[in-house]
């Protein structure tokens, strides 16, 4: 087997010149499927018969979700893969992610709480899964507090894919004891978990936004992974003469 | 070869020990923390016992935790300040064992004693009788967790000049299972409910903390403590 494209992937040079050449189409992709979604389910999606026009918030809240989770793995992979194979790059495509998947968690804690209003009359309920994303944002949080808290970036690196490592471990822990937590409080009224049956009119446009909100993840971490190679890389050659490039236009 | 990892684990244990019982003192803070924060409860939240019998099982673990979390400080920075741990780091020994021995240690020094006095908290905390025995089984092994637990996030941190800090918020998510077992394991027992299930989960857990933790704080420790 040739195993050439994944040494090539080691060389941060590589990639930066190479996603040079993607960028544009990215940029374009999510664009244009971000607003087909968000102006299909806004505007032309049925209203819901229950909730009005407060469910289309679910565009934003579902793909943000999807993505802070699926995000950790991400950069818990890359730092994995940092550690085992000793390349740079994953390194910094973890630290590029760290960042994105905090903010996607957030937003999908505040759009949901902002959903919770309307719909059950309070901003915050102690659910199982609202708590388990407060607590993935918590583990995202600590992540990026240690890679700041060193001054090396090889110690930050390492020890920032250890606590990431560990925190995969133990996700599925907190998320099961979460749940079952939470079924041991015996809740009132509401119900978060039962899965709504949506109208194939509702769920069309939210698979358009989940496909955007992907397509914009990667856009956000190649153009994040690139800023770092920049930073990390700013003594060599390569990135020197692109400084001087841009300094002569 | 057992041999060898006999005299990591028990060596590093037995040296802990006796350097706790010389600094006496400074062992002693997690437990007086955690017998002076319990009078802030009642003094905080309300005297009457029939509203602190409710609250009594969940206050004593945020306490207990909050207490181990304290301590969790110390585990290796004393040593990296003084140089033992980079011989430790040197030496032929497996590291994961006498990581193991270290946080054995932790857990008799800390999570013991918490363990030994928590029924005196819940006697001043009104807490009613059934929840006695569960509540020591589940400190007895929810601590042991904490400590293992606690452990990686001190290896993360050691070289940090205010590691203590950051170590905190690093190892509260992950310390969140521990305490919903621990409590349940309490409440079952005050609902008349079979509290072994939720003690069970967190034997499970401690037994995956046992395997686990000192593989990750020994590959943390040579990351970081070079640093």
Known sequence: MNWQWFHRLGSPRWFYQTTERWL??????????????????????????????????????????????????????????????????????????????????????????????????????????????????????????????????????????????????????????????????????IKLTSAPSMHPDMFQPLLVMILGFYIFYALALIVGTRSEILRRERKTGWVRELAAAEVRS | MTQQFNSGFSAWLKRDLVLAYRRRGDAAGPLLFFVMVSTLIPLGLTPESARLADVAAGMIWVMALLATLLSMDALFADDHRDGSLEQLLISPQLLPMPILGKMTAHWLITGLPLTLASPLLGLMLSLPAAGFVPMLCSLAVGTACLSLIGGVGAALTVSLRKGGLLLSLLVMPLYMPVIIFGSATVGYALDGLNWLPPLAALGAMLAASVALCPLAAAGALRITSVN
């Open chain 1, 24 to 189: 544009p189409w990215l940029y374009l992709a999510a664009l244009t499927i971000l607003s087909v979604g968000l102006t299909w389910g806004l505007a032309f999606a049925p209203e819901d018969a229950k909730q009005g026009n407060s469910f289309r918030i679910i565009y934003i809240h579902v793909p943000a979700s999807f993505l802070a989770l699926a995000g950790y793995y991400i950069m818990a992979s890359a730092g994995a893969i940092g550690l085992i194979w000793k390349m740079k790059l994953s390194y910094m495509v973890m630290k590029a992610a760290a960042p994105i998947g905090a903010a996607l968690t957030f937003v999908a804690l505040v759009t949901g709480a902002i959903w919770g209003k309307p719909t059950w009359g309070a901003y915050w309920v102690w659910d199982a899964r609202i708590t388990s994303m407060l607590i993935l944002l918590f583990l995202y949080l600590g992540v990026i507090a240690l890679q700041y808290a060193y001054q090396s970036v090889d110690a930050a690196s390492k020890a920032g894919a250890i606590l990431a490592l560990v925190g995969t471990v133990n996700i599925p822990i907190i998320y099961k004891s979460v749940d079952w937590w939470y079924t041991l409080h015996q809740p009132a009224t």
